[in-house]
């Protein structure tokens, strides 16, 4: 190797304390993959995934049970949090994740893994939002859109539960209702919803 240990984290610059970063984004600061390859070997970074790297700065999650959660999403290109694992982040379910379930674009190629359940969506823009665990942040869909999804994808009795739990919770962490109600009419499931609803509401 002509580059020093020092050199090649000067040239990483800001990458060496982001959260992770990628081949391609090393590349583009001069930093080839046999260099990245040859830093592993000696624990300046580390890989977490294919083509996704961490150096051993980098902030962690301080909320143990989703330390993993953060370089699972990092894999998935354009991942979200969704359903079971966002229901469990927002304390709207009892379920224990065996896997973090993603959601991707019907366009996005990803399979699912040991510890990821990739879910595909026709629309993964329409509440994805960010929330912060410990140092870093997340992305993820808002409580209204995983309650509707959790009635399209889970089970009546798993939905049923969360929006129940959601509506009694109050001040900034109670739900808005009529999000959900725009929600569920974008997705085409408010037929399903909507005596769920009322039942909650009323």
């Not at 953060?70 to 966002?86: F, Q």
């Not at 969506?121 to 959790?150: Q, Y």
């Not at 209702?177 to 499931?189: D, F, G, N, S, W």
Request: charge should be positive; proline fraction near 3%.
């Amino acid at each position: 190797m002509n580059m020093r240990q020092s050199e090649v984290l000067e040239k990483l610059g800001p990458l060496i304390k982001a959260p992770t970063f990628t081949s391609a984004e090393a590349q583009i600061r001069g930093v080839s993959p046999s260099h990245l390859a040859y830093y592993i070997r000696t624990g300046a970074i580390e890989r977490i995934g294919h083509g996704v790297y961490r150096s051993k700065v980098a902030p962690t999650l301080d909320d143990f049970r989703w330390e993993d959660l953060y370089e699972a999403v990092s894999r998935v290109k354009d991942g979200t949090v969704c359903l079971i694992t966002a229901l469990a982040i927002y304390d709207l379910t009892e379920e224990i994740p065996r896997q973090h379930w993603i959601a991707i674009s019907n366009q996005t190629r990803h399979r699912s893994s040991s510890d990821v359940r990739i879910i595909r969506m026709r629309n993964t823009s329409l509440g994805k939002t960010t929330i912060k665990i410990g140092s870093l942040e997340l992305p993820i869909f808002d409580k209204e859109r995983c309650i509707v999804d959790a009635f399209r994808y889970s089970t009546i009795e798993i939905a049923l539960k969360a929006l129940r739990r959601a509506y009694a919770k109050n001040g900034k962490d109670k739900i808005d209702v009529e999000k959900i109600k725009r929600y569920a009419k974008v997705l085409r499931v408010q037929k399903r919803i909507t005596p769920y609803l009322i039942s909650v509401t009323t």
